[in-house]
C-alpha cells in the first residue's frame, strides 16, 4: 500500500449476532488541503450503516454514489450484494482514482461489478455521458454522504438529481447524510425541495442504530440521514 494513505478497517455488525458482519477497509488522508474529498468524514458511517442494516433492500440492486469520496456506502453495498456499484467523484479530486482503485484491491471485491466514473456536477457534457451508460433502467438507488457540504453547491447537486429524476425510473430514490453545520443547512436544502418540487423525508438514526455506531468518528457532529424522491402530485 502506499505511504500517501492510511488503512482504516470498519466493521459492521448486527448486536444480536456477531456471526452476522463485514468488515471493509478504507483508504484515507488526512492531508486536506489538496483535496478533502478523500478524507472519512462522519456522514459516511452514517449512511454505510443504514445500508447494512437495511440489506434486504440493497441486495441485487443497481447502486450510484456520488461524490463517493472513500466510498465506504458503496463499499458496503458491494459487500452486502448489491448487483452493480457506480461509483462517481469530480475529475478535480486529486488522485482519487487511485486511490479508489487501491481500496477495491485491498478489499478483494469483484472488479466487474464495481464502475468507477468521473462526474462533475457543473458539467453538463459529464453528466449527459454518465446518463447515456446508465439510465433509464440501469440505476435503483443513488448514494451521497455529505455532499451537500458548501451551500453554494446545493442547488447544483438538487439539479443534477432532477435530472437522474427525469431519465431514471419512477421508483428513483436518493439517500444521503447531511451534516447541520449551521442552522441553515436544512433550512437551504427544504426550500430547494419545495422549488424543485420534490419530497424530503428524514429517517430516524435509532431506526437502525445509526445513533450508537463509532462514537469515535460521530461524537459531536450533528447528522441527519433523509431520503429524496421526485414529487409525483
Known amino acids: 500500500m502506499t505511504s500517501l494513505y492510511t488503512n482504516r478497517q470498519l466493521i459492521f ?25 478523500l478524507y472519512l468524514w462522519p456522514c459516511s458511517p452514517i449512511l454505510a ?3 447494512w ?17 472513500t466510498s465506504l456506502p458503496g463499499l458496503v453495498a458491494a459487500k452486502i450484494g ?25 478489499n478483494s ?10 462526474l462533475d456536477w457543473y458539467n453538463e457534457k459529464s453528466i449527459d455521458e454518465l446518463i447515456k451508460k446508465y439510465f433509464p433502467s440501469n440505476i435503483d438507488i443513488i448514494l451521497g454522504s455529505d455532499i ?8 447544483t447537486i438538487i439539479a443534477l438529481l432532477d435530472k437522474f429524476f427525469t431519465y431514471g425510473h419512477s421508483s428513483l430514490k436518493f439517500l444521503g447524510t447531511i451534516e447541520r453545520r449551521s442552522r441553515s443547512t436544512m433550512l437551504k436544502l427544504n426550500h430547494l425541495i419545495h422549488i424543485w418540487n420534490m419530497k424530503l423525508d428524514i429517517i430516524p438514526l435509532n431506526d437502525f442504530n445509526g445513533d450508537t455506531i463509532y462514537p469515535n468518528i460521530i461524537a459531536g457532529h450533528d447528522i441527519l440521514l433523509f431520503s429524496i424522491v421526485k414529487n409525483t402530485t
Open 53 to 69: 442494516y437495511n440489506r434486504n433492500d440493497f441486495i441485487g440492486k443497481n447502486i450510484l454514489e456520488i461524490g463517493a469520496g
Open 49 to 51: 450503516q443504514y445500508i
Open 109 to 118: 471485491m469483484i472488479a466487474d461489478r464495481i464502475h468507477i466514473e468521473y
Open 82 to 106: 448489491a448487483q452493480n456499484i457506480i461509483l462517481c467523484d469530480n475529475p478535480k479530486v486529486d488522485k482519487w482514482l487511485s486511490l479508489i482503485h487501491e481500496t477495491i484491491q485491498l
Open 148 to 155: 451537500f457540504f458548501h451551500k453554494k453547491d446545493f442547488e
Open 13 to 37: 455488525a448486527d448486536d444480536n449476532n456477531d456471526k452476522k458482519s463485514i468488515s471493509v477497509n478504507i483508504l484515507e488522508t488526512f492531508d486536506t488541503s489538496s483535496s478533502y474529498g
